[in-house]
């Protein structure tokens, strides 16, 4: 089992900008990889970002040049740097981890981005 616990949302203006993290406990050994989903009212839940265990990374094109995924495994942490943030990005944020050999998923509880214009 993996647990993982967010952190970081808030409201911000337009333009600004936001750091997420994601602190995973439990058999972290077992993750492949790791990332970052979004969820707006009314709309299905999206891949934002990933990262593998390799430190490889995959951004969506609606936030390429804007977020930055990172993690940091000493304190096993992924963190989702986002800048110049539109209202547009406004959503709930999930942490999702895949491992095992069932290449399990598992999700935080979410936390929430607000972003006005």
């Given at each position: 089992q993996v647990q993982l616990v967010e952190s970081g949302g808030g409201l911000v203006q337009a333009g600004g900008s936001l750091r997420?993290?994601?602190v995973a406990s439990g058999s972290i050994f077992s993750i492949n990889a790791m990332g970052w989903y979004r969820q707006a009212p009314g709309k299905q839940r999206e891949l934002v970002a990933?990262?593998?265990?390799?430190g490889s990374?995959?951004?969506?094109?609606s936030v390429k040049g804007r977020f930055t995924i990172s993690r940091d495994n000493a304190k096993n942490t992924?963190?989702?740097q986002m800048n110049s943030?539109?209202?547009?990005d406004t959503a709930v944020y999930y942490?999702?981890?895949?491992g095992g050999a069932g290449l399990v998923e598992y999700w935080?509880?979410?936390t929430?981005?607000?972003?006005?214009?």
């Open positions: 997420l993290s994601c990933a990262i593998t265990s390799g990374t995959h951004s969506a094109d992924v963190y989702l943030l539109t209202p547009e942490c999702n981890a895949v935080g509880k979410g929430l981005v607000t972003v006005s214009s």
